[in-house]
């Protein structure tokens, strides 16, 4: 896995394990840390689309943006109906960080090269976000219906994560 790959994860861990050593986040918090994964793995797909060396890559890319861009579609109509404006906080300022790192070292690169970082990104993303719904914002969402979104777009997300492995496998990374 690439340098940047891991440090994006890691960096997702530790945002979400300092969330954890602390009271949770509060919903407004977490409406901005969805809104903030969601928007970063757009950002990362529509680069791929463009910048994917394989046909397959590049249609995993669209499914990205397309999934992601309707998880926010869904998040931010939450948010209006429950009249909360998403938060700003430690972990959604480091997903942005760890996301515009990442698209600054996929910028820099070409072909297959391309491919494998972008697809062990997308790996590496999805397992640490799986692991900040299950183990913090699930946890930590008071409303209802905001802790049923988390739910719904679970295993969306871990269908994301094992076609990026099924990817990656492909593509030897």
Same mark, same amino acid.
């Given at each position: 896995m /690439?340098?940047?790959s891991v440090l994006a994860a890691a960096v997702l861990a530790? $945002? $979400?394990s300092s969330v954890l050593a602390q009271p949770g986040p509060t919903d407004p918090q977490? $409406? $901005?840390i969805v809104v903030t994964a969601?928007? !970063?793995d757009v950002d990362a797909g529509k680069l791929a689309q463009q910048r994917g060396h394989s046909g397959e !890559?590049?249609?995993f890319a669209k499914q990205m943006v397309t999934d992601h861009t309707a998880v926010n579609k869904q998040a931010g109509a939450l948010v209006q109906k429950l009249k909360v404006k998403p938060e700003p906080n430690d972990t959604s300022a480091s997903l942005q960080k760890g996301g515009d790192e990442n698209m600054a070292s996929l910028k820099k690169l070409k072909g297959a090269a391309f491919d494998k970082a972008y697809v062990a990104h997308e790996v590496a993303y999805h397992q640490a976000v799986l692991d900040a719904i299950d183990k913090t914002l699930i946890p930590s969402a008071s409303n209802a219906e905001l802790k049923a979104l988390l739910v719904k777009v679970? /295993? !969306?997300i871990a269908e994301h994560?094992?076609?990026a492995r099924h990817l990656q496998s492909q593509l030897g990374a």
């Open positions: /690439p340098f940047r530790a $945002a $979400a977490i $409406a $901005a969601n928007q !970063v !890559v590049r249609k679970r /295993p !969306v994560l094992e076609h």
